[in-house]
Structure formats: structure tokens, C-alpha cells
């Protein structure tokens, strides 16, 4: 009995009330900065990818002066590739021009297409760039206030990234130390499966876009449409978008392909370009590779990509994969807290 309260009287007594005064100020904080969450989890996922990196950087160098280095880094690469691929197009922009023409043109033939009648339509590149700057100058406000939101937004969001990559572990073994021993082996579950899928996600996808690039250099020098690394570059930047980006791009080249009374490139576009460049890359290589890693089934990936874009947009890609490690890190711990006897988990379960 004396021992028993001794060691009731060890343990740190905790003040639930300014626990729940806690939790309840994080709260609020959340939701009156919830335009913040989006950078502040984008940063903490690009934060999981880096940190082995800063981890081997900073042997070499400060902690702060490698986080920065790999922040200016990421950086650097996002808006070299921005500026190679508004270069790219700009470059080309008298064939986009003649690429929209040819399709127009074929449109208003004939009295148009499916017997619906389409007017003669000229794509002037020109005058479309006359009316948005036009539209520019009529809305400048708007467009300073957008813009001057946006470059805020981006910046929070690096300067988030640098206090992951600087402070991440630190921060993750702090919460870890006060997690009961007892559950530390299950909650390791879901710790495994998050820091996988985030990892598979954004190195996968990096990867399934230059595979792009690298497979689409040969197909369209082949095709012979001219303008290889104009058609490379457009696909390598819609492949970021799963799924849906080089469809839209295939489909395109379809249609032009039409427009040109071109039936031998249609036959190469949809027989060879499709599979090389959306089917492939999409449907097979980008679920199965990102199941290697996180362990998850491919189908349900396959799910998790299509869910979370058509329900949150563009950053569904990194949403939808998160939460099915979630939903999965969380059936596997339930199963083996109220499952069998001691039956372990097996890592290709759903």
C-alpha cells in the first residue's frame, strides 16, 4: 500500500485545466490563421523529403547555414523551371499560334463538325495578349492586391520549409519523448507510413516528370511535328499533374493531328504517345512506385490521387496519398489492438 501511493505520488500531476486552455488557444489560432495550413503542411512535406539531406549537409557546414542552403535551393530550382518554361513557350509562341490556327481552321470546314456549325476563327496570339493586358490595366488593383497575397503566401511557405528542415527532428523527438512507452510501437505505424508516403510522393512525382521528358525527347522527334523541346517541356509540366495533365496534352495533339489531315501521326499519338506518356507513367508507374516505398496498395493510391484532385483541386495529389496512410496507419494499429492475438500486421494489407 505504501508503495503503491509512492508511486502515485512520483508522477507529475497534470493541470487539465490549463491543458484544455491550451488546446483551446491552438485552436483558435488555427482558425483564425487557417489560410496558413496549406503552406504550413506543403513545408513540412517538402521538410520530411530534405531533412536526410540536411542531416548529411550539416556535418559540413552550421545547421542554420545548410537549412538555408537547401531552402535556396528549392528555391532556386522552382523558379529556374519556371523561367525555362515561360521561355520555352514564349520561344514558340509564333507555332502555338499556328498550332491553334490549323485547328480552327479545320473546325469551321466543311460546315463545321458533327454537323454543328462553326465560324471561321483566327487564334491571334497577338490580340489575345492585347486583351489581357488590356484586362490587366482595367483590374490593377485587383491583380497588385492578388499578387502581393500570393508572394506573401510563398514566402511564409519557404520560410516554414527552413524552420522544418532546421528545427523538424528537434521538434518531432520532443513530442515523441512524451508519448507512454506502451504506445510507441503502434503509433510508430503510423509514423512509418506517413514519412514513406510523403517521401514517395514528392521524389515519385519529380520522377515521373522527368521520365516524361526524357521519354517524350525520342517520341516527338519521331512524330515529326518539329519543336521537340517545346512538346517535351509542356508534357514534363503537365506530368506534375497526375492523371489529368498529359491527357490534356495527348488530346490536344489528337486534335491538331486531325486538323493536319495528319492520320499517320493521329495513329502514333494515340498508339505509342498515349501509353508512353499518360498510361504508363500514370496509371502504372507512379501508384506501383509510390506503393514500393509506402507499402500501400497501388489500387488504393490510384484512388487516393483521383479522390483527393477531384475534391480538394491541385494539392489533392498530396492530400489524398497522406490520408490514406492515415486511414491505413489507423486500421492496422485498431487491428492489432483489438484484432487476434499478437497477429502482426502485414505491410501489403490495405
Given at each position: 500500500m505504501k508503495y503503491t501511493t509512492a508511486m502515485n505520488s512520483g508522477r507529475k500531476r497534470r493541470d487539465w485545466f490549463v491543458i484544455g486552455i491550451s488546446f483551446f488557444l491552438v485552436l483558435l489560432i488555427i482558425v483564425m490563421f487557417r489560410a496558413l495550413l496549406d503552406p504550413l503542411i506543403i513545408a513540412g512535406a517538402l521538410a520530411a523529403v530534405l531533412i536526410p539531406y540536411h542531416n548529411v549537409l550539416k556535418k559540413h557546414l552550421h545547421a542554420p547555414l545548410s537549412s538555408i542552403f537547401i531552402t535556396t535551393g528549392v528555391v532556386i530550382f522552382l523558379v529556374m523551371m519556371l523561367m525555362v518554361s515561360l521561355v520555352v513557350i514564349f520561344a514558340n509562341g509564333e507555332y502555338i499560334q499556328e498550332v491553334f490556327n490549323s485547328i480552327f481552321a479545320w473546325l469551321s470546314m466543311g460546315g463545321g463538325i458533327f454537323g454543328m456549325d462553326v465560324n471561321p476563327i483566327v487564334f491571334d496570339l497577338q490580340g489575345i495578349v492585347n486583351g489581357i493586358i488590356a484586362a490587366v490595366q482595367g483590374s490593377i488593383g485587383e491583380i497588385l492586391g492578388a499578387t502581393a497575397y500570393y508572394s506573401i503566401i510563398f514566402m511564409i511557405l519557404f520560410l516554414f520549409l527552413y524552420l522544418f528542415i532546421l528545427y523538424g527532428e528537434q521538434m518531432f523527438d520532443q513530442i515523441w519523448s512524451v508519448v507512454?512507452?506502451?504506445?510507441?510501437?503502434?503509433?510508430?505505424?503510423?509514423?512509418?507510413?506517413?514519412?514513406?508516403?510523403?517521401?514517395?510522393?514528392?521524389?515519385?512525382?519529380?520522377?515521373?516528370?522527368?521520365?516524361?521528358?526524357?521519354?517524350?525527347?525520342?517520341?516527338?522527334?519521331?512524330?515529326?511535328?518539329?519543336?521537340?523541346?517545346?512538346?517535351?517541356?509542356?508534357?514534363?509540366?503537365?506530368?506534375?499533374?497526375?492523371?489529368?495533365?498529359?491527357?490534356?496534352?495527348?488530346?490536344?495533339?489528337?486534335?491538331?493531328?486531325?486538323?493536319?489531315?495528319?492520320?499517320?501521326?493521329?495513329?502514333l499519338i494515340?498508339?505509342?504517345?498515349?501509353?508512353?506518356?499518360?498510361?504508363?507513367?500514370?496509371?502504372?508507374?507512379?501508384?506501383?512506385?509510390?506503393?514500393?516505398?509506402?507499402?500501400?496498395?497501388?489500387?488504393?493510391?490510384?484512388?487516393?490521387?483521383?479522390?483527393?484532385?477531384?475534391?480538394?483541386?491541385?494539392?489533392?495529389?498530396?492530400?489524398?496519398?497522406?490520408?490514406?496512410?492515415?486511414?491505413?496507419?489507423?486500421?492496422?494499429?485498431?487491428?492489432d489492438e483489438f484484432g487476434g492475438e499478437d497477429q502482426p500486421i502485414h505491410s501489403e494489407s490495405p
Open positions: 507512454p512507452a506502451e504506445s510507441k510501437p503502434k503509433l510508430s505505424i503510423l509514423n512509418v507510413l506517413l514519412s514513406d508516403t510523403l517521401y514517395s510522393l514528392i521524389i515519385v512525382h519529380v520522377g515521373i516528370a522527368l521520365l516524361v521528358f526524357v521519354v517524350a525527347l525520342p517520341f516527338f522527334t519521331f512524330l515529326g511535328y518539329g519543336h521537340v523541346l517545346f512538346w517535351s517541356i509542356i508534357c514534363a509540366i503537365f506530368a506534375l499533374i497526375p492523371v489529368f495533365g498529359p491527357v490534356i496534352i495527348i488530346a490536344f495533339l489528337a486534335v491538331y493531328a486531325l486538323s493536319l489531315g495528319d492520320y499517320y501521326g493521329l495513329v494515340l498508339v505509342i504517345g498515349w501509353p508512353l506518356l499518360c498510361a504508363i507513367p500514370d496509371w502504372y508507374l507512379r501508384p506501383v512506385l509510390m506503393g514500393k516505398r509506402s507499402k500501400l496498395n497501388a489500387v488504393l493510391i490510384f484512388i487516393a490521387l483521383f479522390g483527393g484532385i477531384a475534391v480538394m483541386g491541385v494539392l489533392g495529389f498530396l492530400y489524398g496519398p497522406l490520408a490514406l496512410a492515415v486511414l491505413t496507419a489507423v486500421y492496422r494499429i485498431l487491428f
